[in-house]
Nanobody, 118 residues
Framework: QLQASGGGLAQAGGSLRLSCEAS????????MGWHRQAPGKQRELVAA???????NYSDAMKGRFTISRDNFANTWSLQMDGLKPEDTAVYYC??????????????WGQGTQVTVSS
């Protein structure tokens, strides 16, 4: 089970932080991330991180967003800086496995709304 927190309203150029905590049997998880879905658009990957700390960012978020994890606490966070109105979306934390270069997200948290005003 994944529990997301954070999000809310920010002004353009501002910052928000999202956090996600996994509970239950987390032994099968080695890849954690965040996706987002804006109105009328498909869900897209924002950022992901392995337990060893390797990260993957969508090009639009590189340099503005930072994903981090705490393996002991089974939590991961997304620090969002330099927010833009186009970052407005529902953000979902997700977890699964990365194997042979292919990622599968089996677990999803509830969405949390991020709204950026211009």
């Amino acid at each position: 089970q994944l529990q997301a927190s954070g999000g809310g309203l920010a002004q353009a150029g501002g910052s928000l932080r999202l956090s996600c905590e996994a509970s239950g049997n987390t032994n099968s998880i080695n890849y954690m991330g965040w996706h987002r879905q804006a109105p009328g658009k498909q869900r897209e990957l924002v950022a992901a991180i392995t337990r060893s700390g390797h990260t993957n960012y969508s090009d639009a978020m590189k340099g503005r967003f930072t994903i981090s994890r705490d393996n002991f606490a089974n939590t991961w966070s997304l620090q969002m800086d330099g927010l833009k109105p186009e970052d407005t979306a529902v953000y979902y934390c997700a977890a699964g496995r990365l194997a042979l270069g292919s990622a599968t997200f089996n677990y999803w948290g509830q969405g949390t709304q991020v709204t950026v005003s211009s």
